[in-house]
């Protein structure tokens, strides 16, 4: 080979080198931050987020391989919840994902700058989170809970499934804002279907208690039990209170139902995680939150639970079962 010829290959050689080395090289981890107001025990709220980490593994993100996923669970508590908030910000991950309105006002609370995405939030407009939703604007997108007509529909069903029923007891988070617009729909309705309304501001389970033990001591009662998730962390105990007192309850989450209680009419809150991952994926690759617009939920489950329909001494009608999503027997 001439001096020249291989002077030339030498040097293409050298050129392909660092083309080869950066084609061998692994792929940059990216880090999210999962906080989360539930119990790791709780096998429901761990389904959910392996919705969420099964959807992003569709989208090619795989934990351990290009992604590291840092969960946080607050078990209910809020000074743990701040806690968390403020260890998951210090790591400054790619992204945030908060799981439900506490967490998100938490997170909120500690950073401006970085991205995050929330589930299980139901007005992020009124709660200042977002400008609106079409164009959030800021570092903060997702995926709502419910829009407040469906409350409405919570009280229609207690009048289709327990017509006896005169007063309904509405269990709710008073310090949440948003749940009042749910209140407001409700007490609209409530001369339509000739019902009288008791409001339970709850915080903890001995507030629960006593709201439905006091509520209890008269006839013909029924409960609504407001989306939250003080609500589903309570869940087993409210179930059992209704159980225990024979009163008929709606409840915003399949979950409850499945838990043993009457009849539920809401979220599929797995699709809703699955769904989230979408947007962490875009963030991850680009995407500013404030331009994707926050999504309504698209799909809504009634569950039908007969084996406690049977012990509250009501019959649910062949037509009424034909509509739902899920009968427990």
Do not use: C
Not at 9 to 14: D, I, N, V
Not at 22 to 42: F, H, K, N, W, Y
Not at 43 to 58: N, R, S, V
Not at 262 to 282: N, Q
Request: glycine residues 6%; neutral net charge; hydrophobic residues 50%.
């Amino acid at each position: 080979m001439r001096r020249r010829q291989f002077i030339a290959f030498l040097g293409g050689a050298a050129a392909s080198w660092p083309l080869a080395a950066r084609a061998q090289q692994p792929e940059r981890m990216r880090r999210i931050g999962v906080l989360t107001v539930s119990a790791e025990r709780d096998p429901e709220a761990k389904a959910w987020l392996t919705a969420f980490q099964d959807g992003l593994q569709q989208l090619g993100w795989l934990q351990g391989r290009n992604i590291s996923i840092d969960y946080r669970w607050a078990d209910g508590d809020s000074d743990r919840l701040r806690t968390y908030a403020a260890e998951l910000v210090r790591m400054a991950p790619d992204v945030l994902f908060a799981a439900a309105t506490p967490a998100l006002a938490a997170l909120h609370e500690q950073t401006r700058s970085l991205p995050i995405v929330f589930v299980q939030v139901s007005d992020p407009v009124k709660l200042g989170f977002v400008a609106n939703l079409a164009r959030p604007g800021g570092k903060i997108t997702g995926f709502t809970n419910f829009e407040h007509p469906i409350a409405g529909k919570w009280l229609e069903l207690i009048r289709d499934t327990a017509p006896g029923a005169m007063r309904v007891l509405v269990i709710f988070e008073p310090d949440i804002p948003a749940q009042l617009a749910y209140l407001q729909v409700i007490e609209a309705a409530a001369p339509t279907f000739r019902v009288e309304l008791t409001r339970a501001g709850v915080r903890n389970a001995a507030e629960i208690e006593r709201a439905i033990d006091a509520f209890a001591q008269e006839p013909k009662g029924a409960l609504i039990v407001v989306p939250s998730a003080l609500g589903i962390a309570h869940r087993d105990l409210i179930v059992a209170l209704a159980a225990r007192h024979h009163l008929p309850a709606i409840y915003p989450y399949p979950v409850f139902a499945r838990s043993g209680g009457f009849i539920s009419y809401g979220v599929d809150l797995a699709d809703l995680y699955r769904r989230a991952a979408s947007y962490v994926d875009r963030i991850l690759k680009g995407a500013k939150p404030g331009d994707l617009p926050v999504q309504l939920p698209t799909k809504f489950e009634l569950v039908v639970n007969l084996k406690t329909a049977k012990a509250l001494g009501l019959t649910i009608s062949e037509p009424f079962l034909q509509h739902a999503d899920e009968v427990i027997e």
